[in-house]
């Protein structure tokens, strides 16, 4: 036992011998850095980059400078100096970029640093794409007024290498003697450097490391990692400092609770340090760190040096009146426009406070007051939890959140930053909401529209009774030849109704009745609901007929009016028909104007245009007024850019063409065969080409695209709707007259089309169907009017008579009865339609001036009628093809009436029959038996010859 002790000692007495050179070495050299290291530091912003420069104790051999945005890195040295100074070029924020300064002698590091701009949460720098860095002369003048303060993050001196393995070494055989790797050493203190022990690659076999001191490892070949853990000595803030790696090599560091959950990571490119802050945890707390190289880097001698950080909270205060409020289900109650005064207690003390919402609003928060010692941030939770709004600026400076969001309950959340210390003085937190308010926009005729002295003119039913008057007034022509620009054709100025903040001009068109009753009831919805005129519910009236892009300036006043008047930062907006167009056009024009929109719903809106615009540019159309003419509102279209945009475009004859499988437009030829015509020619009956030029690029900005905004769109889908037209006669079609016309027929709301309405540009859109009884009427319905009131309060389900995919309605098969001569032969005409099941009789009537007399005409069959060149006139019954019917053309004067018959179905028409020519004698009686399975007609008691319908 004695020759045992006896050679130990002699062994242990050369290995002293051997390590006193290198030990003594070790100490010169880092009394050479003692007092190292950073005399002076500087930072600004200089020409739009920041300038950095660092004044060194003493010079060195080398100087390492490196610059990292976590995604990239530079480093530039400078040989044989003790200054460094570089320029950088960066799209990052400050707090995103690390400066690493290094210093060298004989290859090996001797010291480090690591820095930050210290304001980096509010500050940013350089608009590159890319991080640049440039080596850059050296400067005096740092006391500039743009100069930024430099946080030292990290100031070490370095270990030699060698010294390290020594260490290693000697811990290995401690720990190997004590065979208590995860306990601390035996008759050793916690409060010490420790060495990487193998194997470690698994958080059960982590290593130890103590709080404020460093651990030293190596990553010895590829796919080595290497986890050490830390048990906190008191609650507090830590930060975590991976450096002096080996040369070339990319190592990462991680971080994770006790439960393996990832907390933070620091992914720094090259051999850059990582570094983590904004860690805390509680006394006694585990954390573990996981060190691996990246892409495979290691360094089979190298060690790597990681260190924490720790500081202790300060001592709790006094609780508040608030609390306990440290977690959501504790949120104290608060109210709107209230101002709370609390405390902050601990460093780990969250204040939690609940505010509910019954209107959706923007919602004001500021935190203020806060102690020059503290950093609080603010945050802003939903109902769910979920995180909607955060601030979180450096140090003592305010917070704000401003937030709009739907009704319910919000959470408010007030807490210490990692970087706080503790102060006792109360913060304010101030709590402010702002119902967000409603706009109301019209379609196509949906505005009064007044005249110079201030009378409506759109619409009062004395001036559409006479059409002249109307006609007069709303008629347009170009500014010039071949202009796309309109101006009144008689010198009237015309202007939008505007009273009671636009809400009287678009509430009830008429001014005698409730004949034009729009958004009437909506309105009466809104203000049951708590919204107020002038306040948070506003209309937009404009003049209809004009381009719809003329209307933006307007339409952004309008936004402006209601966000002054509510206070809040969004607004909701109600479309229907054309003016949901509007709004896609103003979004689309500049996506800026996103951020002023919280909700946008449209009603029944014809997104890729609407066949009846065709019709009403070359056969006229009566906007759905009963006192207006064809011809009327042909002489209102003709010149009017908006009726042209809402014309069917390019996508409109895809879809066309992929569900019914023909175009558009087309024509019959002799043998009642259909033949496709381009979209083209369709526009080339257009009357104004110009405007026809001006609708083509307008459609290339709406088609297949959508506004970066919450949107609903309603859509009517079950009532016979035109979707295309079919010309009668051969090639070329100007041979025939124009009033030989067929409507093909699909799904929709009676005026737009299924596939028009429900394809706003975006196969992932929120649409809602409704059955209704016509494209007007949406506005009224009860069921539409329910659904927008539930999505203006953020609720996306569907109520009672509205579904999320189209109803299962049975297309109709529909025949149409078309009446076609000159306006004399109309003068005073009825027509009588009995139901034979039950004996009801329809009349249709024309006035004396032979005009379809609406008023006194059928509401159960759908009437069209259109106009042609000179006195050419034509009228359509359509009926439901099943039914059993007699229509009774009663007239004691000869007439040059043809009648003439079509099925359509499907988008498609066939069975063309010629019951009456024009040119035959005519009849004092003429009577139509139709039914299911055949059509017999005859004038006088005497059955004519149905033929099927040819052109010479």
Same mark, same amino acid.
């Given at each position: ?152 993050? %990290? ?117 850059? $340090? ?45 609780? $508040? ?87 319910? +309950? ?46 409506? %003119? ?66 009466? $919805?809104?203000? +049951? ?29 309008? !936004? ?237 389900? %569907? ?58 005409? %059928? ?24 039914? $059993?019917?007699?229509? !009774?053309? +009663? ?62």
């Amino acid at each position: 036992m004695a020759k045992l002790l006896k050679s130990m000692i002699w062994l242990l007495t050369l290995v002293l011998i051997a390590i006193q050179p290198v030990a003594t070495a070790a100490s010169a050299k880092s009394k050479q850095t003692e007092g190292l290291f950073i005399k002076e530091k500087a930072a600004w912003i200089e020409n739009g980059r920041l300038y950095v420069q660092v004044e060194l104790e003493r010079e060195y051999p080398r100087i390492a400078l490196t610059v990292s945005t976590g995604e990239e890195t530079e480093e530039i040295s400078f040989e044989d100096t003790d200054r460094a100074a570089i320029l950088i070029d960066t799209q990052a924020q400050f707090g995103q970029v690390l400066f690493s300064i290094k210093t060298y002698e004989d290859q090996e590091m001797v010291a480090s640093s690591l820095l930050r701009i210290a304001d980096h949460e509010s500050s940013s720098v350089g608009n590159s794409l890319h991080l640049q860095v440039e080596q850059a002369n050296w400067s005096d003048q740092t006391e500039l007024s743009n100069t930024l303060e430099l946080e030292l993050l %990290t100031n070490v001196d370095a270990m030699p290498q060698a010294m390290i393995k020594k260490q290693a070494e000697r811990y290995e055989k401690d720990w190997k003697k004590s065979k208590q790797k995860n306990e601390q050493m035996p008759g050793k203190t916690s409060n010490q450097d420790r060495y990487e022990i193998e194997s470690n690659d698994t958080m059960s076999k982590a290593d130890w490391i103590t709080a404020n001191h460093s651990g030293y490892g190596r990553i010895g070949k590829a796919g080595d990692i290497d986890y050490w853990k830390v048990k906190l000595p008191e609650s507090g803030n830590f930060t975590v400092w991976l450096g002096e790696m080996p040369t070339n090599q990319n190592y990462n560091v991680y971080v994770y609770d006790a439960g393996g959950n990832e907390v933070k990571r620091s992914e720094n490119n090259a051999s850059m $340090d990582e570094w983590i802050d904004g860690l805390s945890g509680e006394r006694n707390q585990f954390f573990y760190l996981l060190i691996k190289g990246e892409d495979d880097s290691f360094d089979k001698y190298g060690y790597y040096r990681l260190k924490i950080d720790f500081a202790a909270e300060s001592v709790e205060s006094k609780p $508040d009146e608030y609390e306990p409020n440290d977690e959501a289900k504790q949120a104290t109650l608060i109210q709107s426009d209230q101002t709370v005064l609390a405390t902050i207690h601990t460093l780990k003390d969250v204040d939690y406070y609940k505010l509910s919402l019954d209107m959706p609003s923007t919602i004001y928060l500021e935190l203020s007051d806060i102690s020059e010692e503290m950093d609080l941030d603010l945050f802003l939770l939903d109902s769910t939890k979920k995180q909607v709004g955060r601030s979180e600026n450096p140090k003592n400076k305010n917070e704000t959140i401003s937030y709009s969001g739907n009704p319910g +309950d919000y959470y408010i959340k007030v807490a210490a930053s990692q970087k706080s210390k503790l102060s006792h003085k109360p913060y304010k937190l101030s709590v402010g909401a702002k119902t967000i308010p409603v706009i109301l926009i019209p379609g196509i005729g949906g505005s009064q529209l007044a005249v110079d002295n201030g009378k409506v %003119t759109w619409i009062n039913e004395v001036d559409v009774a006479s059409n002249q008057i109307i006609e007069r007034n709303l008629a347009l022509i170009p500014v010039s030849p071949g202009s796309n620009k309109v101006t009144s054709k008689n010198g009237v100025t015309i202007t939008p109704v505007t009273e009671e903040y636009g809400l009287d001009g678009i509430e009830n068109l008429t001014v005698m009745s409730k004949m034009g009753n729009q958004y009437h009831d909506l309105i009466s $919805d809104l203000q +049951d609901a708590g919204y107020e005129k002038g306040k948070t519910l506003f209309g937009f009236p404009y003049d209809w007929r004009l381009d719809i892009r003329e209307q933006h300036p307007l339409f952004q006043s309008k !936004i402006k009016e209601a966000l002054v008047a509510s206070g809040a930062q969004k607004v909701q907006l109600v479309a229907h028909s054309m003016g949901g167009i509007l709004v896609k056009d103003y979004l689309l024009a500049d996506s800026r104007r996103a951020a002023q929109i919280h909700n946008v719903i449209t009603i029944g809106t014809p997104y890729l245009g609407a066949a009846a615009a065709s019709k009403a540019l070359i056969q006229g159309y009566n906007f759905g007024i009963l006192l207006l003419m064809p011809l009327t509102g042909f002489k209102i279209a003709e010149n009017a850019p908006a009726v042209y945009q809402l014309a069917p475009g390019d996508e409109y004859e895809r879809q066309m063409l992929a569900q019914f499988n023909r175009t558009v437009y087309g024509y019959i030829d002799r043998l009642q065969k259909f033949n496709p015509l381009p979209l083209s020619e369709l526009k080339k009956e257009y009357p104004n080409k110009p405007l026809t030029a001006l609708a083509q690029s307008r459609r290339a900005v709406w088609d297949n695209k959508y506004p970066n905004v919450k949107q609903a769109h309603i859509v009517g889908d079950s009532q016979n709707t035109i979707i295309g037209l079919n010309r009668w006669g051969e090639l070329p079609i100007n041979q025939n007259p124009s009033l030989y016309i067929e409507y093909i027929f699909g799904r929709g709301d009676g005026t737009v089309p299924l596939f028009s309405a429900n394809n706003p540009g975006s196969t992932k859109a929120n649409i809602f169907y409704t059955k209704t009884d016509g494209h007007m009427e949406l506005l009224k319905e009860a069921p539409v009017r329910k659904q927008v009131m539930s999505l203006l309060r953020g609720n996306e389900g %569907t109520v009672a008579g509205i579904q999320k995919t189209p109803h299962n309605v049975k297309q109709q098969s529909l025949t149409a009865y078309s009446f076609t001569g000159d306006k004399s032969d109309f003068r005073e005409l009825q027509l009588h339609i009995r139901n034979k099941e039950n004996d009801q009789v329809e009349l249709v009537q024309f006035t004396a001036e032979g005009d379809l007399d609406r008023e006194q005409s %059928t509401k159960n069959y759908l009437l069209e009628d259109a106009v042609g060149s000179g006195e050419r006139y034509n009228l359509q019954i359509i009926v439901e093809t099943k039914a $059993d019917l007699e229509i !009774i053309v +009663d007239d004691g004067r000869e007439n040059g009436l043809s009648i003439s018959s079509y099925d359509s179905k499907d988008g498609r028409t066939a069975n063309q029959l010629l019951l009456k020519q024009a040119g035959m004698k005519s009849p004092q009686k003429i009577t139509i038996e139709h039914n299911r399975s055949q059509r017999n007609v005859k004038a006088d008691g005497k059955a004519l010859k149905i033929m099927p319908l040819q052109f010479d």
